[in-house]
């Protein structure tokens, strides 16, 4: 947790469920995302532990940090939170934090943190509204499970790439289809160029559900245009998370 300590690079991103619940417009397209491979046998003290950092800022009324925070199958804790610019990763948001709670006492939870995990990572993601589907009245809120769909691709491909993301999506709305989706595309610190697709859901059942409801309105013109994404594709991985509000901050606004 070395750079949590000095920057806290909070999303996954796919993670990377950004608590995305008002217009487009309103919403910012630029996130900073720290993620923790935590060991499964370390879970327990861990959740612990960040639960402790909540409640750490929430007693101290800490103002200059908010994070969303999501659980990945796979053991990854990712912390998201949007950035205007690259300049505010220079920032020490907790530096509020460490003077009211003591640095030492601030450096010990943070090292217990550390010996949960062998690695973590710092990237920064982008909102892609042009590519994103929210079909009128649809909305995340309250739906804290997530299905993320990661399509790789060489960057030689990435204009075709893009055109073929907005053809699904004009698809989507040609077809009046209901279920929603966002898309994020990688930025600084990932090794590879990707897109990621979140799709929202009260539970695994209900995505499931949402995705038979868009194949039946799809129909058969669907395989030619996924195909055009398909084919572009180098690697695909799919994962599912939940955002974790008992383990997310937003200062108060008293």
């Known amino acids: 947790?070395?750079?949590?300590?000095?920057?806290?690079?909070?999303?996954?991103?796919?993670?990377?469920?950004?608590?995305?619940?008002?217009?487009?417009?309103?919403?910012?397209?630029?996130f900073a995302v720290h993620t923790d491979n935590v060991n499964f046998d370390m879970m327990p003290k861990y959740e612990q532990l960040a639960k402790q950092l909540k409640e750490s800022c929430e007693k101290y009324k800490i103002k200059d940090v908010s994070w969303t925070a999501i659980s990945v199958e796979d053991g990854r804790y990712v912390y998201v939170t949007p950035i205007k610019n690259m300049a505010e990763l220079d920032e020490n948001p907790m530096?509020?934090?460490?003077?009211?709670?003591?640095k030492e006492a601030m450096g010990k939870m943070f090292n217990e943190m550390d010996d949960c995990y062998d690695s973590h990572?710092?990237?920064?993601?982008?909102?892609?509204?042009?590519?994103?589907?929210?079909?009128?009245?649809?909305?995340?809120?309250?739906?804290?499970?997530?299905?993320?769909?990661?399509?790789?691709?060489?960057?030689?491909?990435?204009?075709?790439?893009?055109?073929?993301?907005?053809?699904?999506?004009?698809?989507?709305?040609?077809?009046g289809v209901k279920n929603g989706y966002d898309v994020y595309h990688s930025g600084f610190g990932s090794e590879e160029s990707y897109y990621m697709v979140s799709i929202s859901g009260d539970d695994d059942l209900s995505i499931a559900q949402g995705g038979k409801e868009n194949d039946e309105l799809l129909g058969d013109d669907k395989?030619?245009?996924?195909?055009?994404?398909?084919?572009?594709?180098?690697?695909y991985d799919q994962v599912e998370a939940d955002v974790r509000p008992d383990l997310s901050y937003y200062p108060s606004e008293d």
């Open 121 to 175: 990572s710092n990237a920064v993601v982008h909102l892609k509204p042009e590519l994103s589907y929210r079909p009128e009245g649809y909305s995340t809120q309250g739906k804290n499970h997530r299905e993320y769909h990661f399509l790789y691709y060489s960057p030689k491909n990435a204009k075709e790439m893009k055109e073929s993301m907005a053809k699904v999506k004009e698809m989507f709305k040609t077809k």
């Open 223 to 235: 395989g030619a245009t996924f195909y055009n994404v398909i084919k572009l594709t180098t690697k």
């Open 1 to 30: 947790m070395k750079i949590f300590k000095t920057r806290f690079l909070i999303l996954i991103t796919v993670l990377f469920a950004f608590n995305l619940t008002n217009a487009q417009d309103e919403q910012p397209t630029m």
């Open 95 to 102: 530096g509020d934090l460490a003077e009211k709670m003591g």
